[in-house]
């Protein structure tokens, strides 16, 4: 039984394109389906939904089949998803509330409860002002908005949307990402969520898989793929990583909070928060500086111990070294890309145990809600 | 009064041929453009050629053929049998056949293209939605298409009504039974009836052009509303 899990393998050709991609995720938080425009993401969505058939495909779903090799083909009316398009299209012919209610169980399908009520969804993405009104007078981040409701109503098992972001504009893309984080939060609803902003990856994916020309490069969680050297996101120029951080403290003087993640504490600038709740921490590389010992007083709130367990060049200059906090270096990675110079100055190589040093307004709010 | 009375037959049986007509037309004609909008057939083009003749057929060929397949030895003879008859060839029922095919490609034409304007995605967003296909098509297809439906409709009514060598074809001009407004003017023309034939042919004017005058303000309206 391969319950809890999504397991999803197409190949096959759609014109010039090559597509053999296959991963496994598990079905719960959100995936997300990361590459370069063109990588194949969005036909491995339509595939997983049944929109697009590849004869050599595999698609389950906690224990489901949708498609198999053996011909197995769940037609997508019959599959138990919701899917969020590029453009929302919701249908102009009808109202807000009718666009809403298309895709929700009819009373007399009875017995099956209703896990996402209209109510919560309404209230949840802000809609219940629209609700008379026609698709037409609606603003693009509102239209996306009852889009994403719509799908949520038709009681989903699993949500797939496609880049649903990246036909808005900043401003608007400002206003929906926090809808999603309470989606993300709220709802135990497993997403499979395609991007090519890798802001969006930080905020709201639990694990991601790295697609390339029609291939999957890795899968696994946001983290570990994050601080893999041999994977291009770490190598990249606004490589970090993003860790969960369980609050501790709140210094409510200052306005700072105290986050605990493995091995380690970060303080950081940030609404006040309850004790015990999970908050993300990007950690950004050219952000986090080495120190072979305690440096003395310095405006540096977080310098965390830890130990060198990686190190690339990244061309002739700069180096990438992948730290693991906690003295053992047992804990959560950080990534750090600093001069070849510096690297040689302090003697740096694996297996060095090091201080890593991250100012505090660095992770402050901002990285990832698009405001430059 | 007696030659209103003269003059309203054909009338009446002009708009009951065009409304059965358009009825007819609209039942047959909408799931085969939806065939012809949505299947990937290669020989589809096939079919839309070959219901497409009639709008470049002369209306002469187009009765010659219909009186034939209608006659005692054509199918229309053997329906006939069924109840009785020899033919349907002149008779108000061959007239609505006739009518059904001459005036097929004016209906099928405007409805397949609003079914190819609908485009996939709203039918997959209907799926994805847990729509059957049989859902998606009247809840989402059809009421996008509506307006392609209502041009059809008006240009299938109005062609009947216009229609004129294949009536006389295979109509045989009969009063009470198969004479329409086209066919008596020219009666009236033939017979020296001057304000009969002048009452009619205004008053033809006068519907197409309501008739136009409509489509281009249902047309106005619509892609209003879809913008």
Redesign the interface.
């Given at each position: 039984m391969m319950a809890e899990t999504i397991r999803a393998e197409f190949r096959g050709r759609i014109g010039k394109f090559s597509l053999d991609a296959g991963f496994t995720a598990p079905s719960k938080g959100v995936t997300a389906l990361f590459g370069p425009s063109g990588c194949g993401k969005t036909t491995v969505l339509r595939c997983i939904?049944?929109?697009l058939r590849m004869g050599d495909g595999v698609c389950e779903i906690d224990g489901e089949l949708w498609q198999d090799r053996d011909g197995t083909f769940l037609?997508?009316?019959?599959r138990p998803?919701?899917?969020v398009?590029q453009?929302a299209?919701l249908?102009?012919?009808l109202s807000v509330r009718r666009n809403l209610m298309?895709?929700a169980?009819r009373r007399s399908d009875g017995a099956s409860r209703e896990r996402i009520a209209f109510d919560e969804v309404v209230d949840l993405l802000r809609v219940t002002p629209l609700l008379e009104r026609s698709p037409?007078n609606l603003s693009g981040g509102e239209r996306q908005r009852v889009a994403i409701g719509?799908?949520l109503l038709?009681q989903p098992k699993l949500l797939l949307m496609d880049e649903p972001l990246s036909a808005l504009d900043r401003a608007t893309k400002n206003e929906i990402l926090p809808f999603l984080e309470r989606l993300r939060d709220r709802l135990s609803l497993p997403v499979v969520y395609i991007t090519h902003d890798i802001a969006e990856v930080e905020r709201l994916a639990d694990q991601i898989v790295l697609m390339e020309k029609g291939h999957v490069l890795a899968a696994g969680p946001l983290a570990d793929l994050q601080s893999d050297p041999s994977l291009p996101l770490a190598m990249a120029r606004d490589a970090a990583v993003t860790l969960d951080g369980v609050v501790e403290a709140h210094d409510a003087r200052y306005g700072l909070l105290t986050l605990r993640v493995p091995g380690g504490r970060f303080v950081a600038p940030a609404p006040p928060a309850l004790v015990g709740e999970h908050r993300r921490i990007h950690v950004v590389a050219r952000d986090v500086s080495l120190a072979r010992e305690t440096p003395g007083p310095s405006s540096i709130l977080n310098i965390l111990p830890g130990r060198v367990v990686a190190a690339k060049p990244v061309e002739s200059n700069e180096i990438l070294a992948v730290i693991a906090l906690g003295a053992g270096g047992s804990g959560a990675r950080l990534l750090s890309r600093l001069t070849r110079k510096s690297w040689e100055q302090l003697g740096l190589a694996e297996g060095v145990n090091v201080y890593s040093q991250v100012k505090a307004v660095a992770l402050g709010p901002g990285r990832g809600d698009f405001s430059e | 009064m007696e030659a209103f009375a003269h003059i309203w037959e054909p009338v009446r049986l002009t708009l009951e041929l065009a409304a059965i007509t358009t009825l007819a037309l609209i039942v047959v004609a909408t799931p085969l453009a939806w065939w012809l909008a949505r299947s990937h057939a290669r020989w589809k083009e096939i079919v839309a050629t070959i219901v497409s003749l009639p709008m470049v057929l002369p209306p002469t060929v187009l009765g010659f053929y219909l009186l034939i397949a209608l006659g005692p030895d054509g199918p229309g003879g053997a329906v006939a049998s069924l109840w009785g008859a020899r033919t349907l060839a002149f008779t108000f029922w061959g007239l609505v056949i006739g009518s059904i095919i001459a005036s097929m490609p004016f209906v099928v034409q405007p409805i397949r293209n609003a079914f190819a304007a609908v485009g996939d995605?709203?039918l997959?967003?209907?799926?994805?939605?847990?729509?059957?296909?049989a859902r998606?098509f009247w809840?989402?297809a059809l009421?996008?298409a509506s307006p392609g439906l209502l041009t059809g409709a008006v240009l299938g009514f109005a062609h009947t009504v216009g229609e004129f060598g294949v009536v006389l074809m295979i109509g045989g001009n009969i009063p009470g039974r198969t004479k329409v407004m086209s066919t008596a003017i020219y009666d009236y023309v033939e017979t020296t009836q001057w304000r009969e034939a002048n009452i009619l042919a205004l008053g033809m004017v006068v519907f197409a052009f309501a008739v136009i005058l409509s489509m281009i303000t249902i047309e106005k309206r619509f892609a209003r509303?879809?913008?």
């Open positions: 939904a049944g929109l037609p997508t009316h019959k998803l919701g899917y398009f453009e299209s249908f102009p012919h298309f895709g169980p037409r719509r799908a038709s | 995605r709203p997959e967003v209907a799926a994805t939605l847990r729509a059957s296909p998606a809840t989402v009421p996008l509303a879809r913008a």
